[in-house]
């Protein structure tokens, strides 16, 4: 039973196109996030989601927009991809306020 | 100045070593301290926090803080070769479990057997 599942594992688009990353997660957790994880492997938080309300949101473009529908849910979708947009994505959840499982990531490749 | 620094390693260390993965942060105010290792490929997994000063112990894992100095580290002992992998810091930022992390850029441990 995986705990942090995430949708698509792999994702390669055109620029400008429009995509969503799902993620869903079995533990029964309150708070989700989502990071980026950039080419040189820094981990970087870009939103975070405590029972399907919005608590951290990173100074990231207005092109990303996260989607809580119910508190085992977070998904991110963006619009208009550019090429800086290539990184591998995690989804993450907590029962407090570490994100403590992460999902299996998301490698996005705009080209 | 990075917020949360590492060295990116390599760190090389035989098989049955003792590894030290080392970490600074810049916010004194910080509280809350975290590990993450990350196999090549994979997601992070957490294996260490750590809030008040000195050393903290888990099996062959001990974590250690010097807020007056802002530094924590990592101890593996008795290395093994599936210890390899990148280890990563993390610092909550401020003086509030607000979840939100700042990583160090990871440091890649190499276990030669």
């Known amino acids: 039973d995986t705990a942090v599942s995430q949708t698509p594992k792999y994702l390669v688009t055109q620029m400008g196109n429009d995509k969503s990353i799902k993620c869903e997660q079995n533990l029964g957790h309150d708070t989700m996030y989502w990071y980026k994880q950039d080419s040189k492997k820094f981990l970087k938080i870009m939103f975070s989601y405590n029972n399907k309300e919005l608590i951290i949101n990173e100074t990231v473009p207005n092109r990303f927009s996260p989607k809580s529908p119910d508190k085992a849910h977070l998904n991110l979708h963006i619009n208009s991809l550019e090429l800086g947009d290539s990184a591998v994505y995690f989804c993450?959840?907590?029962?407090?306020?570490?994100?403590?499982?992460f999902g299996q990531g998301t490698r996005l490749t705009v080209v | 100045q990075k917020e949360v620094e590492q060295n990116s390693g390599p760190l090389s260390v035989p098989e049955g070593a003792i590894a030290s993965l080392n970490c600074t942060y810049s916010d004194r105010g910080s509280q809350s301290f975290f590990w993450y290792r990350q196999y090549s490929g994979k997601s992070p997994e957490l294996i260490m926090s750590?809030?008040?000063?000195g050393d903290k112990e888990d099996g062959r894992f001990t974590a250690q803080l010097n807020k007056a100095s802002q530094y924590v580290s990592l101890l593996i002992r008795d290395s093994q070769p599936s210890d390899s992998a990148t280890y990563l810091c993390?610092?909550?930022?401020?003086?509030?479990?607000?979840?939100?992390?700042?990583f160090g850029q990871g440091t890649t441990l190499q276990v030669k057997p």
């Open positions: 993390a610092v909550n930022k401020g003086s509030s479990n607000t979840g939100k992390l700042i």
């Open positions: 993450a959840s907590s029962q407090d306020q570490t994100p403590a499982f």
């Open positions: 750590i809030y008040s000063n």
